[in-house]
């Protein structure tokens, strides 16, 4: 299969960082302290496709929780906050992947589900933020990664077409968005999705466990 790559869209949380354990707790941190005392075992997977906005008022609302969707956000991005800017790890492989798109001069990006602060809290905590072409959110696409809307705002800013762009995604429901916009789709293994991974295999275009094997694909294929 011949192939062109010309710009690739990272994910953060899961595929840059190891912070989905973290997420994991911080569900259930939130809803313990707001009096949900057997928070459900599959919270995290039903936040994890939303975005801030709807993860906020799906918290007010299942839980019957008296607070504000607003002060539920803003609760949720302080608990975690500390973790952005203080603790959670870079995924093994990823300064060289983007020293490998910078020799090859293949622009690339983030595309995230996350708060803007804490992905800009963590990216500049590893001085990765000013490498970029563009950092995405949802407060930007407010469908955030459940469309393909935020994978074609990247590929605009990048003047590259989708099927020339690659995503590089841990999770089955963005890897599906990305495809659906006509996207070239990378995934990665990431243990918070290991429940998806047959899926997540058989439906991403190529399935990677690191992102050492990513950059040994991008070497040959470009």
Request: aromatic residues 10%.
């Amino acid at each position: 299969m011949s192939i062109s790559i010309k710009g690739v869209i990272l994910d953060l949380d899961g595929t840059l960082i190891d912070s989905m354990g973290i997420w994991y707790r911080i569900d259930r941190i939130f809803l313990r302290e707001n009096g949900v005392t057997d928070p459900p075992e599959d919270i995290s997977d039903r936040m994890k496709k939303m975005t801030v906005e709807e993860s906020s008022v799906y918290f007010r609302e299942h839980f019957g929780l008296s607070c504000t969707a607003e002060y539920i956000s803003r609760r949720i991005e302080e608990l975690v906050r500390v973790e952005y800017e203080q603790n959670i790890a870079l995924k093994p492989g990823v300064y060289e992947l983007l020293g490998l798109l910078d020799r090859l001069g293949i622009p690339y990006g983030v595309a995230t589900a996350t708060y803007r602060s804490l992905a800009e809290a963590i990216l500049s905590r590893y001085d990765i933020l000013s490498r970029l072409r563009f950092l995405l959110t949802d407060r930007e696409f407010p469908s955030g990664k459940k469309t393909p809307d935020i994978f074609l705002g990247a590929a605009e800013i990048l003047e590259i077409v989708p099927c020339e762009t690659l995503v590089i995604e841990d999770s089955l429901h963005c890897i599906r968005a990305a495809a659906e916009g006509g996207f070239l789709t990378a995934a990665v293994y990431d243990s918070a999705a290991e429940r998806e991974t047959e899926q997540i295999r058989s439906e991403a275009d190529w399935y990677f466990g690191s992102l050492g094997e990513v950059c040994g694909f991008i070497d040959k294929a470009v």
